[in-house]
């Protein structure tokens, strides 16, 4: 047979495997406390369990429509409307998606054509770039630094020229926690005003918001919800991330061209979860007080490292947590996150590969979506190195 490897080309021939898939199968590896990917350790909501099953039995087994059960999307517009004042139509301005990596990845491929220029503000959720490369774009980087992680609009300004398609923004921040304000939301809007550049947000974390602030969101924006494509996780609210179910919302002609690809590239989703999810929305305390559930586990992992020569830097939202460590060694963070796994037994994620350069503030990620008992094990090691 003949060998094809010397003649292949590849389409992302700087990717390897993911740093979340390393870290975990390392911490799988050593027994270490996995506090790298960021997925819950804790159970499921038994009453959405018995909703998913019921509807198995009830037969709702074939597929979806295309957009996603329209029960669903109705939940959802009323949910929007209700926290953002702003009306989507369940019938031509909500999707259902496979997660909300696939929304943000057929988004991208819906609009983004070949040498058009997409901005990117780094560190950021490594889905967005290879996304961009594999239809034939160009990522324009942004970076943000430790510890604030504010974007510099006037940078931004300097990076737009009249190849750009797209700008990706996320909020609340992975990985840094922090997220965009009021006047972010007004500067994008400003800048974007009257040009053809559709804005990408990438909004999951949406109900996790710390301390009395509000997530702000694209949808809170006239300007910015008529030229928008906005992404959300159903795995992140209601901690089923492999379940792999998000949705995305737009105006009418995004969202017509945004379709045009999700029926190829996934066609629809599973249809007893979309009816369960539907059910499931109609309480809002299934959902609305994550934040307050999130916060207790942040404080209690802050408490946990406080004797620890780590430092915190504020976290607002998502549900991870990033320690400087200068304090104790000058190791490159991708070395100190393998050696705290080996010899410590907590994995992380070091800051440094979420940007397109090399950029090393001596930052590691942790995930505090665990056990009471995990986040306490975890203070407890980290306060001995």
Known sequence: ???????????????????????????????????????????????????????????????????????????????????????????????ITAGATQAIFTAISAFVKEDDEVIIFTPAYDCYQPAIELNGGRPIFVQLHAPTYKIDWQAVKKVISRRTKMIIINTPHNP????????????????TSGSEIIVLSDEVYEHIVFDGKEHESICKYPGLTDRSIATYSFGKTFHVTGWKMGYCIGPENLMHEFRKVHQFNVFSCNHPVQIALAEYLEDENNYINLGSFYQRKRDLFLDAVSTSRFEPITCNGTYFQLLKYDQITDEKDVDFAIR??????????????????????????????????????????????
């Open 1 to 95: 047979m003949p060998n094809f490897n010397n003649s292949l080309s590849s389409k992302l021939p700087k990717i390897g495997t993911s740093i979340f898939t390393v870290m975990s199968s390392l911490a799988n590896e050593e027994g270490a406390l996995n506090m790298s990917q960021g997925f819950p350790d804790f159970q499921v909501d038994p009453k959405l369990i018995e909703l998913v099953s019921k509807n198995m039995q009830q037969g709702h087994n074939q597929y979806a429509p295309m957009q996603g059960a329209l029960r669903l999307r109705e939940a959802l517009s009323h949910k929007i409307d209700k926290a953002y004042g702003v009306k989507y139509s369940p019938e031509s301005e909500i999707t």
């Open 176 to 191: 840094s926690g922090t997220m965009l304000s009021k006047e972010d939301l007004m500067e994008l809007d400003k800048i």
């Open 340 to 385: 705290l796994t080996k010899e410590f037994g907590v994995a992380s994620i070091p800051v440094s590969v979420f940007y397109h350069v090399l950029l090393d503030e001596k930052v590691l990620r942790f995930c505090f979506a665990k056990g009471e008992d995990t986040l306490k094990r975890a203070g407890e090691i980290l306060a001995k190195v």
